[in-house]
Each structure stands twice: as C-alpha cells, then as structure tokens.
C-alpha cells in the first residue's frame, strides 16, 4: 500500500499513547540487537532506542514514502531497511527484542506469523506488540460491511479486507506454546475525541480505508468514499464524537 505520512502524522499524539503502555512493559537492558518490525515514519524507533542505551535497532518498513522520513531519525544506534515484515522475519538474524508498534496487524495469518516471530527471539529476548484490534473496532468493521455490499463489492472485485487479528485469548495461548514467560496479552480502548464524523473519517483514512481505496479508481472510488462518510455521519452525528479504540498489547520473554 502507497502510505501518507502527512496523514497518519495528523494524529501523531493519539498514536503515541498505546507506544507508550508498550514500551512500559519492556525488560531495560543495554546493548540489545533490536528489531523494529513495521518502523513507519521512524520517529518511534528512535525513542525505543533512547531507552536502550547502547543497542543496536534496526527499523524496517515496506513504504518508501515513511522511510523518506525515517532518515531524520538515523543516528549510530539507529539504521532503516526497507522491506515487508514477513521478510524481515525471514532471515538467520537473531533479536534481543522484537518490537512492533501498530503494523503487524496488516499481515496475515497470525497462527503462523507469531510463531515465526518468536523464532527469530534470542534465549532470553523479548517481544513487545501493539496492534489495533481490527476486528472489533466500529470503522472496519463498516468498511467491511461496505465492500460487501453492491455495487462496491462488483467495483472492488470481490476483495474484503478480513482482519487478520486474533482474539486476545489466542495469542496468548501461542506464547504459552511457544515457551513464553511473563506473558502479558490485553485489550485497552484509547478513546478518541474528534470534532465531528469528517475527522473520523480523516483518522480512518490513513489506515483502514487504504486496502479499498486503492483497489477503486474515478466515480467508483468517490462513491465508496462518500457512502463510508455518510455511514459515519449517521453512526456519530453529534460534535465532538467520543470514539472507542480498541488496541491489543502483547509482551512476553522467551
């Protein structure tokens, strides 16, 4: 997917918070080969490797236009890779920590994929996830109802943006199985309070809304986009909305 770093940048202060209960759980150690898996703007990693005094942290991102930005936060502690997690994972490197902050959610099949994760943690290492938890959250969840209605889901062939996001019970049975330790697995609403359905909309854009924006094109494009607003609009009508987001935590030593 084509990233806007502009518009996820909107609402930087809003997507620090879960960062933060995050990096809360983390084992402070010195010199750890890190990982961060899914960097976007770099910002983040550079403030992981603040708290990590003489670690090595590597961010990787598959966007071009996030890793643009990634550059200002390049130091000696700190470098950038562009490539997808799945290949970031896919290798014979070996992590101190494994860090993921709002992007693993866009890769599939999770019963798979944390395992793999995990195998690429050092005895003694650390993973520490944050994600949105997609499939109870209200914007994709009406995104999806969307793409499966017509005439959108003939203009988007078919496709359906199905979360891959497990309920919080199951990761934490995949860290149990795979050895974990001082498990951590919860769900936390962040509560969003935006002027009115417009800026719900400008928040969703920038991330849930790009898998079927991107797939339309012309008059089918702007027709999905303004029955999503108008959905919105009847679902929070008043100013300022209160939204609930709902974020899953994940920490466990390995």
Known sequence: MAWN?????????????????????????????????????????????????????LGIDSSAEMLDDAKAFLNEQVRFEQNTIEAGIDTKSKWDLVFSNAAIQWVEDHETLFPSIISNIKPG?????????????????????????????????????????????????????????????????????????????????????????????GENRQRFVNEFKLRLKTKFPGSPVFYPFKRIIISALF
């Open 5 to 57: 770093p502009e518009t996820y940048n909107k609402f930087k202060t809003e997507r620090f918070a879960p960062f933060l209960d995050l990096i809360a759980l983390i084992k402070i150690r010195p010199d750890l080969d890190v990982i961060d898996l899914g960097c976007g703007t770099g910002e983040l990693t550079g403030k992981l490797a603040e708290l990590l005094p003489g670690s090595s942290v």
């Open 125 to 217: 290492g650390q993973l520490a996830v944050q994600m949105p938890a997609q499939h109870h959250n209200v914007t994709n969840q009406m995104l999806l109802q969307l793409s499966e209605e017509d005439p959108f889901e003939k203009d988007l062939a078919g496709f359906h943006r199905l979360s891959p996001v497990l309920n919080i019970e199951d990761y934490a049975r995949i860290l149990f199985e795979k050895g974990g330790s001082e498990i951590t697995v919860y769900e936390k609403i962040y509560p969003l309070v935006l002027k009115d359905s417009d800026a719900v909309f400008e928040w969703t854009s920038g991330t849930a809304l790009l898998p079927y924006v991107q797939k339309l094109d």
